[in-house]
């Protein structure tokens, strides 16, 4: 038996399929409305963050990107990031570094997450309340806000009950 869960507990709890298509069905009705163009590039990009709820580094997609044989220029890849960031389909999560893709694209928000340290999933959390009391604390103190950066750190629902199983059963076996 492996104790070790090398994949995110999370992905065994949904179907995942249904978050990549439904994320890439919002690029594509985005970018529709915007009269922008989803390229392969930027499609295949937005796909590859997708591959799972741990947000994937910039030198990662682009390795992912030259092994498809992509155009993987550097300034290929940090295009494409920024045009999926404008268009709100990722956000970048600062502590790591990388890239997330977005659930709620369709509507105008900042990225909150709640970063698990054990298996490194990512979850949004709501934000519009948080949103509106932190931009009436700053006017009140007379600040202007410019950018706005929330990251908890912790152990997701998932690997804490992993965690507790765990040492139930080392309990029971001693
Ligand atoms: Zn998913
Ligand atoms: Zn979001
Ligand atoms: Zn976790």
């Known amino acids: 038996m492996s104790e070790k869960h090398n994949h995110p ?15 890439l069905q ?3 009705a985005l970018c529709l409305e915007q009269g922008q163009r989803l390229t392969k590039v930027r499609r295949r990009a937005l796909e590859l963050i997708w591959e799972s709820h741990r947000p994937l580094g910039a030198y ?10 992509f155009n993987s220029a550097p300034p290929t890849v940090y ?19 990388a890239y997330l893709g977005c659930a709620h694209a369709d509507r105008a928000h ?5 970063i698990c ?19 009436d604390k700053a006017k009140k103190q007379g600040f202007e806000l410019r950018a706005e950066t929330i990251e908890l750190t912790g152990l997701c629902a998932a690997c804490k009950s992993a965690g507790e199983a765990a ?8």
């Open 110 to 114: 900042k990225g909150y997450f709640l």
């Open 9 to 23: 507990k999370d992905e065994e709890h949904h179907d995942h399929d249904h978050c990549v298509e439904s994320a």
């Open 60 to 69: 990662q997609l682009l390795a992912k990107l030259a092994e498809e044989g």
């Open 26 to 28: 919002t690029a594509e």
């Open 167 to 174: 040492k139930k059963a080392a309990k029971d076996k001693s």
């Open 79 to 97: 295009r494409a990031l920024d045009f999926l960031l404008n268009a709100g389909l990722i956000h970048k999560v600062e502590s790591m570094n």
């Open 117 to 135: 340290d054990e298996c490194h999933n990512v979850m949004e959390f709501d934000y519009q309340d948080i949103h509106s009391s932190l931009i």
